[in-house]
C-alpha cells in the first residue's frame, strides 16, 4: 500500500513541470512551465512553481527575485496549463528592487477615427419607425403599395 501511495505521488508529482531559466538580459531571465494531471491543472499552480525554481535561482546567487511579467493559461480539453514568467535577480539595495513589480500591457487597443461619417442613432431610429407605421399603414389597406413605396424612398432619401 505504501508502494502504492509513493508511487502516485511520484506521478502525480511529475506532471507539474518548468524548464530550465534562460537569460533575457542583464539580470533578467525567463522560465516556463507546463502542467497536466487527471484531476486538472490551473496556469496559477504552475505559475507558482515557476515563480518558486526563480526565487531559488536568486537566492543562490545572494539575491532576490523580482517579477517583471508573468502569463499563464488553465488547462482545457487537450491542452496542458502552462505559465510563462520573466524575473529579475536583484540585490537588496538596487533602485529597481523596490519599484512596482508588474507591469501590465493593455489586451485591447482603441482606434479613434475623424474620417468616419457615422449617422446619427436618433435619426436611423426614427427612421426605422416611420417605415415601420407606413407598412403597418399598408398592411391594414390604409395606403396601398406604391403610397408606401413613394414615402418610403422619400425617408431614405431616394
Known amino acids: 500500500m505504501k508502494i502504492l501511495i509513493i508511487a502516485i505521488a511520484l506521478v502525480l508529482a511529475a506532471c507539474a513541470s518548468t524548464n530550465e531559466i ?5 539580470d533578467t ?4 512551465g507546463w502542467g497536466k494531471s487527471p484531476g486538472g491543472y490551473s496556469g496559477a499552480e504552475v505559475k507558482a512553481n515557476a515563480i518558486k525554481q526563480a526565487g531559488k535561482f536568486c537566492a543562490d546567487q545572494g539575491k532576490h527575485v523580482q517579477v517583471v511579467s508573468s502569463a499563464q493559461r488553465d488547462m482545457t480539453f487537450g491542452i496542458n496549463a502552462t505559465a510563462e514568467l520573466q524575473f529579475m535577480c536583484l540585490s537588496s539595495n ?15 487597443s482603441v482606434e479613434i477615427r475623424k474620417d468616419v ?10 427612421v426605422y419607425d416611420e417605415l415601420l407605421k407606413l407598412d403597418e399603414l399598408r ?16 425617408l431614405l432619401g431616394k
Open 94 to 108: 538596487d533602485n529597481d528592487f523596490s519599484r512596482t513589480p508588474v507591469k501590465r500591457e493593455a489586451d485591447s
Open 22 to 26: 534562460v537569460p533575457i538580459g542583464k
Open 117 to 126: 461619417n457615422i449617422r446619427s442613432d436618433r435619426k436611423a431610429s426614427s
Open 139 to 154: 398592411k391594414r389597406g390604409v395606403i396601398n403599395n406604391s403610397e408606401f413605396e413613394a414615402q418610403k424612398a422619400k
Open 29 to 32: 531571465y525567463m522560465v516556463s
